[in-house]
């Protein structure tokens, strides 16, 4: 008894400091992106009643789980800071669904996991990632536990397809591991421990379809179409066959997985893959299983647009490999179990290390300076050059109105009052090239952004940019270069 409550506490100490580190400076820093300034938004039009954007990125789910935290505290950093406790729940769910079986080993893989480059990075914006990695964690356990035959009430047939409904309807990137987790169920039916049944099946389809439904009730109620929810993801497919990216650069994701997570960790999980695939069915069909997941879905993001976020799902279990072929290493072929844990304690600094140098130096931002100003000047309406980096910084009354072209000044005519032009590089990074003519006008105020300066934020753009891996990364270095981002002045009528 008295152990099991160490271990407790020592697993809550390691998750404070999983948080911790979330949330260092995050509170002065700007949004990641417009995706997740727009969400932000989309919670704030429903508190109004307005739900046109209910089914925006085919996320609803993302929007009613932060909606009560919205209406708590009505503060975008408020509601990452939700994001990264959660962040740090979802993590410890995956490694209980590696099941290390002894806790001193369970301790090792949080602390590695949960400093993992894209563990932290993502924690940090107000995104579809960290809820799909929470969801995506408890429909593995949802899984596993009914297939060891486990009596409990949330891992009912009908939880699963509930759960995984959500998943889908907060990340529709899941639709890729979901179809491969379904298709090596099937295959493997008459070797799991459990028989699925013909019953149990129809069950998990009715959770699944029962809460789609449900949702796009909701959308109905509140004025949508009801096609609106599988139009949006018909749409988001769409776009992405209309994206300029280079759809066979399968490179990209090696290059994103030996710069930015452990490489070392990624070289052991290649290996844990290959021990796995020749061990005999029965006794490594989890693991197997949650292999062929991973390397398939790997190859369908070599058919996809590229960005990092891509990985999202299979990322978790390419470090959990790593681990597990290193705990392995040391504790059977070696049988120097200390040796493991020194081995964490490296990786671990290596980690931290990794995110003082790629993620806090662009946590810095002087949106906040801007706002200011325009508050002081008693501004009535902001263009921005596609960024909306500043809005959660700015005064309520303040309008925010997007210029997505170089010709959309003419929106300039269309208000009174008090008017100024912030030029965001935001706009740059997005290879809208129309408005970069805008940048040589004088400004009254020029200010560094170094937010706009990540690189990571260029590779994240890929997907609609286009550009190769290291051109996004030359666009950031050249943007850096440059000794203001951002930029300020006053339009007379």
Known sequence: MFSHFVNCFIIFLIGLFLFLIRIYQLFHSAPFDYDSVKNFQIIQELTQGDFHNFFHHASPVLYVCFLPFYLVYPNFWFLVFINSMLNVLSIFLWVKLADFRQKTYEIGAFLLLGTAFFAVAYSRTLGIETLGLLLGAILGLQIK????????????????????????????????PLFFLILGIWL??????????????????????????????????????????????????????????????????????????????????????????????????????????????????????????????????????????????????????????????????????????????????????????LQKEQAEVVFTTLGIGIYPFLDKNIKLEILREASDTIKFQQYKGKKFLLYDSYGEISLHKSLTSLKNWQYDHYFEEKSLCNPFLSLENIQYTGLKWQNAVKLSEKLSKRKWQIALKQISD
């Open 145 to 176: 536990s009914f297939f060891e035959q486990k009596s409990l009430f949330w891992n009912k047939p009908l939880s699963i397809g509930i759960v995984g409904a959500l998943l889908l309807m907060t990340n529709y990137k899941a639709i890729v």
């Open 188 to 373: 493997h039916r008459k070797k799991l421990q459990k028989q699925l049944q013909t019953i149990q099946i129809i069950q998990v389809a009715l959770g699944f379809f029962a809460m789609i439904v449900f949702f796009m009730l909701v959308g109905i109620l509140m004025g949508l179409r009801w096609y609106q929810y599988p139009a949006t993801i018909l749409s988001i497919f769409a776009v992405a066959q209309d994206t300029p990216a280079h759809p066979f650069n399968g490179r990209f994701y090696f290059q994103y997985l030996a710069e930015y997570e452990n490489v070392i960790l990624m070289l052991l999980a290649i290996w844990q893959i290959r021990r796995i695939l020749k061990f005999p069915e029965k006794n490594y069909l989890f693991w197997k299983n949650l292999t062929w997941l991973v390397l398939l879905t790997f190859l369908v993001m070599f058919l996809l647009p590229k960005a990092p976020r891509g990985l999202i799902f299979i990322l978790p279990l390419l470090y959990l490999l790593g681990i597990e072929q290193m705990k392995k290493f040391f504790t059977e072929k070696l049988n120097k179990p200390f040796l493991y844990f020194v081995a964490v304690s490296i990786l671990l600094i290596w980690q931290i290390w990794g995110i003082w140098q790629k993620i806090y130096p662009y946590a810095e931002t002087n949106y906040p300076k801007v706002a200011e100003i």
